[in-house]
């Protein structure tokens, strides 16, 4: 099946500032690329997601960007806040059959 | 969206036993997706269930060990078979979401935990 890598495995920012959060992929097939959010003791919620005919999506102050020949895509959150201290999921699907995750990055926003 | 009941919502076992956990969902849909969390860990699938058909496996994944019934479009069961320490984890039904967007619904999971 796919392999999805994510980067870093912890991240610890200062409120105010950006943090991205990077994924590679192995399956070139794959065409969805979701970003879930999970809060300690909850289910994974989804964030933003971006398909591989776009290379870039924003959100307020969450974007993701998708590179298609490196089989790359990142989160980049701008103006963090303490509330977006969380796990982090990424993932990749082929047209919605299955979903892979990355191993999590947790993020720390430190007021 | 899509709304997901699991029970257990969690539950202590002794080793050797076996424990069903049930999955309904208030639509209708195609697939059913059954993942594994290990505290701390990411989101690993064990097996895609589809109605009226065997479920897929992922690899290091078998049927004797997890054995899932698909009966309609709306429910699935998960068993986790000769449990041992190493089952240990949080279970989590997921479907996608019926409005075509793509998005991957989640339970609120079955904490396993075997002595």
């Known amino acids: 099946g796919e392999n999805v890598e994510q980067h870093p495995s912890t991240l610890s920012v200062q409120e105010g500032d950006s943090a991205v959060i990077k994924c590679t992929y192995s399956?070139?097939?794959?065409?969805?690329f979701p970003w879930y959010k999970q809060e300690l003791g909850k289910r994974p919620q989804l964030i933003i997601d971006?398909?591989?005919?776009?290379g870039e999506k924003k959100d307020q102050r969450i974007a993701v960007t998708l590179n298609k020949t490196a089989k790359h895509f990142s989160l980049h959150i701008t103006e963090t806040q303490p509330e977006d201290s969380a796990v982090y999921f990424c993932?990749?699907?082929?047209?919605?059959?299955?979903?892979?995750f990355g191993s999590g990055t947790k993020l720390n926003v430190k007021p | 969206s899509a709304v997901i009941s699991q029970k257990p919502s969690r539950d202590i076992c002794q080793r050797g036993t076996s424990l069903t956990i049930q999955c309904q969902v208030d639509?209708?849909?195609?697939?059913m997706f059954w993942y594994r969390q290990q505290p701390g860990q990411s989101l690993t699938l064990i097996a895609t269930?589809?109605?009226?058909?065997?479920?897929?496996?992922e690899s290091g994944f078998v049927i004797d060990k997890f054995p899932i019934s698909r009966p309609n479009l709306t429910f699935s069961t998960l068993t986790v078979s000769n449990m041992s320490p190493e089952d240990s984890s949080i279970y989590l039904c997921?479907?996608?979401?019926?409005?075509?967007?793509?998005?991957?619904?989640f339970g609120e999971g079955s904490r396993l935990t075997v002595l």
């Open positions: 997921s479907v996608v979401g019926q409005s075509g967007t793509g998005e991957l619904f």
């Open positions: 399956d070139s097939a794959s065409n969805y």
């Open positions: 971006i398909r591989s005919n776009v």
């Open positions: 993932a990749a699907s082929i047209s919605f059959n299955k979903f892979y």
């Open positions: 639509s209708q849909v195609t697939m």
């Open positions: 269930a589809n109605q009226g058909s065997e479920a897929t496996y």
